[in-house]
């Protein structure tokens, strides 16, 4: 059993140390304010610039659409070329075309380029090239020029297309997008900065005091803790939750150093009274070669009852131990541990008949010792129930039997041990496993299927009743195969 210093000594091992800062919940709140400020960011700039540009582009093909109704108001559409750069200029365009009826007429034209102008229509213009067009036009080539066409809206026609140098957009573009980032990015800022002072006033504030409640709980349960607040939200009930937790764990430690403190003594009790019953078992001893009738009438009572208290200071001990040593498996054939078990359980010189169904060369990975502990402690608990059955004797039924039967199932060896006893009785069933309940009458102590079953849990197995009745008991062990 531990004592106090060693589970406070486990806990303190259990709890992490304090998380550096770079690696703390504040520090990475803040790297995802930060990211969700710029993914805000770019949805606003993005749109921005694509309405922007599209807008740029529209307002020059509306004055060049005016431009070109004035022309067509000339006598045969003639304009002088110092009146066409005048348009022109004003239109801020180099060319003007009109598609009708699938004819295009040249309105407004302007010298030769250096470069094919890019075509950009904005009558069926989808979403992706309505948000890259701004970029292509922010990063393109200096000397690119853009060739735009729209459905016209102060004349007839099917479209009115446009010449322009992208240079001039470029650089309203490239204003914008300043002027648009500054303010976008102030005011990102500002409400980023807003939501992480609220997530740090309701989330870390309290999470760090939850944590400050934990370290200082495992430096010092005894210390009282802060009181929990009377907030209403999940962070106030976990505080009240926590502080409710720490208080059961005091007083479980609490009992575990009363129980430490007594487990000691016990352990001392146990040791000077196994010293004295080797004495009185060598007294008897002695007194076996005596010829007086009353001593040889009285003598196996005796022996019965050191014999008794000796196993209950033994098992007690076991029990009593802090806990139990890792299992080391070893590959073990399993009838050769069956009667080696038999043996210490007393099963030789007994009236119980050990019956092994067991296939050959059947084997199981489970450390030696331990598994012989099971398996004595269940053959030594059935011999006691049959060997304790007054009617058994009574109805003549002869001498009892355990059977020991092994198979593998999902993977697993599974062992049965059946006897054919009286059963277990209804009203210790449910408690069957606890420590101090037995079944195997008064010679029983009550801790022999407490043990066994946490020497199989520490093979990652399990030992459960599967039938008790009349007609005897089967108890099944679990181990790794």
């Known amino acids: 059993m531990m004592t106090r210093a ?14 550096p800062a770079r690696r703390g919940l504040a520090w990475r709140l803040l790297l995802l304010t930060v990211a969700f400020t710029l993914a805000v960011e770019a949805l606003i700039v993005a749109p921005g610039a694509a309405s922007f540009h599209e807008r740029w582009l529209l307002d020059r093909l509306q004055a060049a659409e005016l431009a070109s109704v004035g022309v067509e108001a ?31 007429r040249l309105l407004l034209q302007a010298p030769n380029l250096p470069r094919a102008p890019d075509l950009i229509d904005l009558r069926r213009r989808d979403l992706a090239a309505r948000l890259t067009d701004p970029w292509t036009t922010l990063f393109g080539h200096p000397d690119r020029s853009l060739r735009v066409q729209a459905r016209p809206r102060y004349r007839s026609g099917d479209y009115v297309e446009i010449l322009a140098p992208a240079e001039p957009l470029k650089r309203e573009l490239a204003a914008y997008l300043a002027n648009s980032l500054l303010l976008s990015l102030g005011l990102s800022a500002l409400a980023g900065l807003l939501l992480y002072a609220g997530l740090a006033f309701l989330v870390l504030r309290p999470l760090r005091r939850v944590t400050q409640s934990i370290e200082s709980f495992a430096a010092d349960p005894e210390a009282p803790g802060p009181a929990p607040t ?24 609490r009992s575990r150093a009363r129980l430490a403190a007594l487990g000691e003594a016990v352990a001392k009790i146990n040791h000077d009274l196994r010293n004295m019953l080797t004495s009185a078992q060598l007294a008897s001893e002695r007194l076996s070669a005596s010829s007086d009738p009353q001593v040889a009438k009285t003598l196996p009572r005796l022996e019965r009852a050191l014999g008794r208290a000796a196993s209950l200071t033994r098992n007690v001990l076991d029990y009593g131990k802090s806990e139990e040593p890792p299992a080391e498996l070893h590959r073990l054939a399993l009838a050769p541990a069956v009667v080696a078990a038999a043996e210490d359980a007393g099963l030789d010189g007994s009236e119980v008949r050990l019956v092994r169904a067991i296939p050959a060369r059947f084997s199981v990975r489970a450390d030696p010792d331990q598994l012989n502990r099971i398996l004595v402690n269940l053959l030594r608990n059935a011999r006691q129930v049959i060997e304790a059955d007054a009617a058994r004797k009574a109805v003549g039924r002869g001498k009892g039997r355990i059977r020991v039967s092994a198979e593998t199932r999902d993977g697993r060896a599974v062992i049965r041990i059946a006897d054919d006893g009286p059963g277990i009785p209804e009203r210790i069933r449910a408690r069957l496993f606890q420590p101090f309940v037995s079944a195997a009458g008064p010679e029983g102590t009550g801790l022999g299927l407490s043990i066994a079953r946490e020497l199989a849990a520490g093979h990652r197995g399990d030992l459960r009743l599967v039938e008790t009745g009349p007609a005897g008991t089967t108890f099944e062990l679990t181990l790794p195969n």
């Open 74 to 104: 000339l006598p045969y559409s003639m304009v002088e070329p110092d009146v066409a750069e005048d348009l022109l200029a004003i239109g801020g365009v180099q060319a003007v075309v009109v598609g009708e009826q699938g004819v295009r």
């Open 6 to 19: 060693e589970v406070l000594d486990r806990m303190r091992g259990l709890w992490p140390p304090r998380v």
């Open 230 to 253: 009377d907030r209403g939200d999940e962070i106030g009930q976990v505080e009240r939750e926590l502080a409710r937790m720490q208080e059961e764990v005091r007083q479980s430690l």
